[in-house]
């Protein structure tokens, strides 16, 4: 079944599942007792980051970036779309009945399991990001992380299925050339530099994500 638009701006995309997601499984960082939501102008733009071909359900984006100013929840953010790529309902699925688009998590149906990898040229950097991953899924005695089926530690996110992953990076690129990454998270890039080995690191995890999407 094709997709149906529901209204005249309507376009398909896993955003709309996701958010329902992160609400079910995820605590607020600011309040552990509350359901992780988005601000309106938030949720739109992970709207649109997930959003889909119409006709053959692949991800429109491959690349994006976040520039705002501190204080408007850019590392929440993207921590929950990291342990989303590791757990969530990030690949297309087809078409449900309603002509809306459905999702599955890597490792699915001839999928690779999750490799994601949170990168800088620091740790302190890798951490703005790192640290809110950790404390999501370890909130309230590790309610999310035992949900979803994750073990999470200061230096890597791992499925207990033993299969997907993720961690922080900040290794030459050189020892990350040829990883099989299904995604990346690239902290600070105005810091990235070639003589900080910033710029050779982004070429080398853009080319690993490239094989597995």
Same mark, same amino acid.
């Given at each position: 079944?094709?997709?149906?638009?529901?209204?005249?701006?309507?376009?398909?995309?896993?955003?709309?599942?996701?958010?329902?997601?992160?609400?079910?499984?995820?605590?607020?960082?600011?309040?552990?007792?509350?359901?992780?939501?988005?601000?309106?102008?938030?949720?739109?733009?992970?709207?649109?980051?997930?959003?889909?071909?119409?006709?053959?359900?692949?991800?429109?984006?491959?690349?994006?970036?976040? $520039?705002?100013? %501190? +204080?408007?929840?850019?590392?929440? =953010?993207? #921590? &929950?779309?990291?342990?989303?790529?590791?757990?969530?309902?990030?690949?297309?699925?087809?078409?449900?009945?309603?002509?809306?688009?459905?999702?599955?998590?890597?490792?699915?149906?001839?999928?690779?399991?999750?490799?994601?990898?949170?990168?800088?040229?620091?740790?302190?950097?890798?951490?703005?990001?790192?640290?809110?991953?950790?404390?999501?899924?370890?909130?309230?005695?590790?309610?999310?992380?035992?949900?979803?089926?994750?073990?999470?530690?200061?230096?890597?996110?791992?499925? $207990?299925?033993? %299969? +997907?992953?993720?961690?922080?990076? =900040?290794? #030459? &690129?050189?020892?990350?050339?040829?990883?099989?990454?299904?995604?990346?998270?690239?902290?600070?890039?105005?810091?990235?530099?070639?003589?900080?080995?910033?710029?050779?690191?982004?070429?080398?995890?853009?080319?690993?994500?490239?094989?597995?999407?």
């Amino acid at each position: 079944m094709p997709w149906k638009p529901l209204g005249p701006d309507d376009f398909p995309t896993l955003g709309w599942a996701l958010l329902d997601w992160w609400a079910e499984f995820l605590p607020s960082p600011r309040s552990d007792d509350e359901p992780l939501l988005f601000p309106d102008d938030t949720a739109r733009v992970l709207l649109e980051w997930y959003r889909l071909d119409p006709l053959s359900g692949r991800r429109i984006y491959r690349r994006g970036f976040s $520039r705002r100013s %501190k +204080g408007r929840g850019k590392s929440p =953010t993207e #921590a &929950a779309k990291v342990i989303a790529e590791v757990a969530g309902p990030v690949r297309f699925d087809g078409w449900d009945a309603d002509g809306q688009p459905v999702g599955r998590p890597w490792g699915t149906k001839g999928d690779p399991p999750a490799w994601h990898q949170v990168a800088a040229v620091s740790e302190d950097q890798t951490d703005n990001t790192w640290s809110v991953v950790y404390s999501l899924l370890r909130a309230n005695d590790g309610r999310a992380a035992d949900a979803l089926g994750l073990d999470a530690g200061i230096t890597k996110l791992v499925q $207990r299925n033993g %299969k +997907g992953k993720a961690e922080p990076v =900040t290794a #030459a &690129a050189g020892s990350r050339e040829g990883q099989p990454l299904t995604g990346a998270s690239l902290d600070e890039t105005h810091l990235w530099t070639p003589r900080n080995g910033g710029v050779l690191l982004a070429k080398t995890l853009r080319r690993n994500v490239a094989k597995a999407n």
